[in-house]
């Protein structure tokens, strides 16, 4: 296969450096994209792979057509660019109850708004080229929501129903979407406060202490984390060229990572259905007599596998 032309978000630290470092590995060309990248990560053009290395700053919460002019730069650089991957984001721990408008705003910016932006700015080259792949760096925490992180659960199930929604409107012009959705990785800075952007601290309000004792307190976080970000970036690249573990199989809308988020989401799905078949008596009681059947069109519609 052709080398692979990849654009990532938020490549400074984390999941989104060790993803350029992978693929440069593995033969491909990058562009790394990040707040003040130039600066920050000016020693990766000194490396031996540095001719398949572009560094481009790009804040995800600009405007979408400063967002534009950078993906347009970019495609001058390579030529093109094959996978777009959303990685930029943050996380927020607070209560619901004390949450302040701009943490809320500012974690959707981030983690939702600039995927979706950075997506609509992509789209254009890739449908020139009737060929590219947009990844999602979604959250096992995508699918269930834990106390004190709920706006993050909310950024990355909005996530994934964007990257969802538009396989359907994609697929059919040849590109693709696929939403990975990780369980912790503890080598990254994703829990850390940025310069004038806390990451958040335990509630104010006594009443929540007790609860936020029982999901935080009384282990190492770091060592519950059974994530290996060594071997994460090689999951994603094999995903998205279809080599080693996903050699020959169909191209997936939604990939986990991690044994944690496994466990967590394989309990939610199965809890969900036991839900579903408990209440489905409720559920019914609202159909107009005679319209029980669902017509193919809306299930094909609604299908993650059929489309
Ligand atoms: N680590 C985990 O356990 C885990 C689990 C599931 C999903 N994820 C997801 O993985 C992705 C990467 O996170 P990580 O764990 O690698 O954390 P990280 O080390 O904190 O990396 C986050 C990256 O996003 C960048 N970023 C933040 N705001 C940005 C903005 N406005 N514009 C451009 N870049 C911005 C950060 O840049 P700065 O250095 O400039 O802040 C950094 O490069 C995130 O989407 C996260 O939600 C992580």
Known sequence: MAPLVWLITGCTSGIGLALVNGILARGDKVIATGRN???????????P???????????????????QSTVTQAVSIFGCIDVLVNNAGKSKLSSIE????????????VNLFGAIKTTQAVLPHMRAAKKGTVVFIGAGLGWVSMPFLTHYSLTK???TMFAEGLQKEIGPLGLRSVIFEPGGFAETRLAESREGDPFGAP?????YLPLFGKVFGGKSLADSIPGDIAKLPDAIIDVVKGEGLAKGRPFPLRVLLGSDTLDAVRQKINEQTQLIDTWEDVTLSVVKEGRRETGPWLLKNCSILKN
Not at 50 to 62: K, M
Not at 203 to 207: G, H, M, N
């Open 37 to 47: 990248i130039t600066t920050r990560l000016a020693h990766l053009k000194d490396a």
């Open 49 to 67: 792979s540095s001719d398949s290395l572009a560094l481009l700053d790009l804040d995800v919460t600009d405007p979408l057509s400063t967002v």
């Open 98 to 109: 004390e949450a302040s408008e701009d943490a809320v705003r500012s974690i959707f910016d």
């Open 157 to 159: 199930a909005s996530l």
């Open 203 to 207: 509630p104010q309000i006594e009443d």
